[in-house]
C-alpha cells in the first residue's frame, strides 16, 4: 500500500540559455514526487512538463498532482498504475512522476533494480551522445561517438557551412546526430539533407514542420542515415509508424510518453517491427534521467544506440548526484 504523497517543486537553472527552433530557455520547473509504502521503501520520479514538446502546461501538472493525492493514499502500487491509463494522453508529465515512483517500488519489493523489472537481461551501462551547439563547437576526440546538434536555428547555408567545419575537428570513430525539432519546410529539408551525404552524419530527427509518414519515408529514401520521428509520433500515430515499410528509427521520450514503462512499452512494440529506438530526456533533472536510463538499458541490452541522457550537466546544479558518465558512457547504480 501507499502510505505517503509528497509533491517538491523545483527549479533549475542553465548554464547557458538553451536555444531550439522553438525557443530559447533559461531555466527548467518541475515537481517531484516522492511515494512510500508501507513496507518502508520509497521512491521518487520527477514531471518536467514541457508544453511546446507537447505536454501539459506546469500549472497544469501541479493541479493534476494536488487530485491524485486522495486517490493514490492507501492504494497498492498496481492500484495506482491502473489509475493514470485515463491521463496519459493530456498529462503525460504528471504521469510519468506517479509511474516512475510506483514502477521503482515495485523493484525495490523484488530487489531489483528498475531495469531489471523490465527486463532481467538489460545492460549496466549505456552509449550517450555528446550535446554541443553549432555556434560553439566543444569536441571530445576520445569520448563520445554520436554528437548531438541542434540545427534549424540559423540560415540553411549558414549551418551546412557550420557543419563542414565541425566534421574536421571530428575523430574517425565520431558521427554527427542533428536534431531539427521541425524547423524546415519539405523542400527545405531536401536540399539540407542533400549537402549531408558527403558528411559523417549518424542520424537527423524531425526535419520537417507539421510532417506526414508519406513525407518520412521519402526523406528517407534519399538518405542512407536515419530520419529519426520524435515529436511527431503524437501527430502520426503509433500504429501508422510500427506498420511502416521504410521508417529506421523513433526517438522516445518517457516525460513526454507517460512514463518509464509506458515508454518501454511503446519500445517494445517499434523493436518488433525492426525500427531502432533511441531514448532521450526532455531537459529534466537526473532524478528523471536516472528513470529513463534504466528503461534504455531495458530495451538496449546489448548497447547498439547512443541515447540522449547527459543533459543534466546543462544546469548549474542539479536536485540530486548525477549518474556517472565518462568518456560518452552512462555507468547504472
Request: proline share 6%.
Amino acid at each position: 500500500m501507499i502510505s505517503d504523497y509528497t509533491i517538491h517543486p523545483y527549479r533549475l537553472s542553465f548554464q547557458q540559455p538553451w536555444h531550439s527552433s522553438r525557443g530559447q530557455h533559461n531555466h527548467r520547473e518541475g515537481f517531484l514526487v516522492e511515494l512510500k509504502d508501507d513496507k518502508g521503501n520509497s521512491a521518487i520520479g520527477e514531471a518536467a512538463p514541457l508544453p511546446e514538446m507537447g505536454s501539459e502546461s506546469l500549472q497544469q501538472c501541479h493541479q493534476k498532482l494536488l487530485e491524485m493525492h486522495e486517490v493514490i493514499l492507501h492504494c497498492t502500487a498496481e492500484a495506482v498504475l491502473q489509475q493514470l491509463a485515463p491521463y496519459r494522453e493530456h498529462y503525460p508529465a504528471f504521469c510519468c512522476a506517479i509511474e516512475s515512483a510506483t514502477v521503482m517500488l515495485l523493484a525495490k519489493q523484488q530487489q531489483l533494480t528498475l531495469s531489471q523489472w523490465f527486463n532481467q537481461s538489460s545492460a549496466s551501462q549505456l552509449q550517450l551522445n555528446q550535446i554541443t551547439t553549432l555556434q560553439h563547437p566543444v569536441i571530445n576526440p576520445n569520448g563520445a561517438s554520436v554528437i548531438k546538434l541542434k540545427v534549424g536555428i540559423a540560415p540553411i547555408e549558414t549551418e551546412l557551412k557550420q557543419l563542414q567545419q565541425l566534421a574536421k575537428q571530428l575523430s574517425p570513430k565520431q558521427q554527427l546526430r542533428l536534431d531539427a525539432n521541425q524547423a524546415w519546410s519539405f523542400e527545405q529539408a531536401s536540399t539540407f539533407l542533400q549537402h549531408l551525404q558527403s558528411l559523417p552524419i549518424e542520424s537527423i530527427e524531425e526535419p520537417i514542420q507539421n510532417p506526414t509518414l508519406e513525407q518520412f519515408q521519402q526523406l528517407q529514401q534519399q538518405c542512407h542515415f536515419p530520419i529519426a520521428v520524435d515529436e511527431s509520433m503524437q501527430t502520426i500515430g503509433l500504429s501508422p509508424i510500427v506498420e511502416s515499410s521504410t521508417l529506421q528509427r523513433v526517438v522516445l521520450k518517457p516525460m513526454l510518453l507517460g512514463g518509464p514503462q509506458s515508454c518501454f512499452n511503446i519500445a517494445q512494440q517499434l523493436q518488433q517491427a525492426g525500427i531502432e529506438v533511441v531514448i532521450t530526456s526532455t531537459l529534466e533533472s537526473s532524478i528523471g534521467i536516472l528513470s529513463a536510463a534504466h528503461c534504455a538499458a531495458a530495451i538496449d541490452p546489448h548497447q547498439l544506440q547512443a541515447h540522449g541522457l547527459d543533459t543534466a550537466r546543462l544546469f548549474n546544479e542539479d536536485l540530486t548526484l548525477a549518474p556517472t558518465i565518462k568518456n560518452g558512457i552512462l555507468h547504472l547504480p
